[in-house]
């Protein structure tokens, strides 16, 4: 007969497992399930957004379109939870109870939790923000924190597999999604500085020299913010991943598509699939790695500077130009830029990293 004490023991299998510090594998249908939810999630973020530009007068918290966005945050955040709490009891530590990669999601959904109690409280006190205050709001910047750290799960997993795992649209598919998301929260928050949001090189302006001038440096900047953006996002993931074919036709497309429903530019959707199967057939005939650092500034330089050619001929053909052919011009060339500098962070220049150690010893 077991004595009391031997009857609550740990199972010998999960004392290897808390000893070994084992965490449970990460799979592709864990990868699918979160893609899934997080799609529900994503809606409902959009959905809220659209209000907010579509619906100046609206003035309180509880909305159908907050609905769909926290009932999407619950869902995943429950996914999550009873994951972490199946995988508790079957002998996994707290700090490793979800896939390899996914530790931070359920942060992320801690996080997003305590920002939407605040927000309703701040909106209770300081009232429901309007156009730019809705994405600098500190309690709406903590639902972004956190919704990215939940988004970017099937990207941490994928970085953790062996690259054999890793290759092909099979395997891929569900971190192109993740680094989709990611792509479209930043695009979101940012959308007071996004080129495909605000047409500022088609406005026809007052003749005021000084409005003249912000507003064209206002334009010029959005530019090279977002190749900045959308350069360093890929040039993280082509760093550890081989892309399939379409891979950057998908994330530029989606991004563009989703920005369109806050801005009703849906004329902008083409440039950016054009743009993006560009960006494709680059890759797929300069292949930039590691291996092939010259390849891989080319393609810093090439990728964005295509896709803003390709954004300002669709202007010129559909919503007509107002900024001189200097302007125009000499910002697909300083995106590329933008670009190409990102690229030495990823790949230094040669002998760079040994001089510096070199002169700290």
Known sequence: MATPTQAVQTPPQAQQLQSAGGQPASSLPFDWTMIALSCWFMAGLFLDGWAHAHIPQLETFFTPWHAVLYSGYLSVALFLSFSALRNRRRGYSWARSLPSGYELSLLGAGIFAVSGVGDMIWHI???????VEALLSPTHLGLAT?????????????F????????????????????????????????????????TASFIYSPQYHAVNTSISLGLISILFQAALMAALVLLVIRRFTLPFGALAL???????????LSDHHELVLPAFIGGLAADLLYRVIRPSLKRPDMLHLFAFAMPAV???????????????????????????????????????????????????????
């Open 125 to 131: 006190l300081f009232g429901i923000e309007q156009n």
């Open 146 to 158: 956190g919704l990215i750290l939940i988004e970017s799960g099937p990207l941490r997993a994928a």
């Open 160 to 199: 953790r597999r062996p690259p054999e795992q890793t290759r092909g649209w099979k395997a891929l598919l569900p971190m192109l999604a993740s680094v989709t998301f990611i792509y479209a929260v930043f695009s979101f928050f940012t959308e007071y500085a996004n080129p495909f949001i605000r047409l």
């Open 251 to 261: 994330i530029f497309t989606i991004n563009v598509a989703l920005l369109s429903i």
């Open 307 to 361: 896709y803003y050619l390709c954004y300002f001929l669709n202007l010129a053909i559909f919503q007509g130009i107002q900024w001189s052919i200097h302007l125009w011009l000499g910002s697909v060339f300083m995106a590329g830029i933008v670009g190409l500098l990102l690229s030495y962070l990823v790949m230094p220049m040669k002998g760079g990293e040994g001089k510096a150690v070199q002169e700290e010893e």
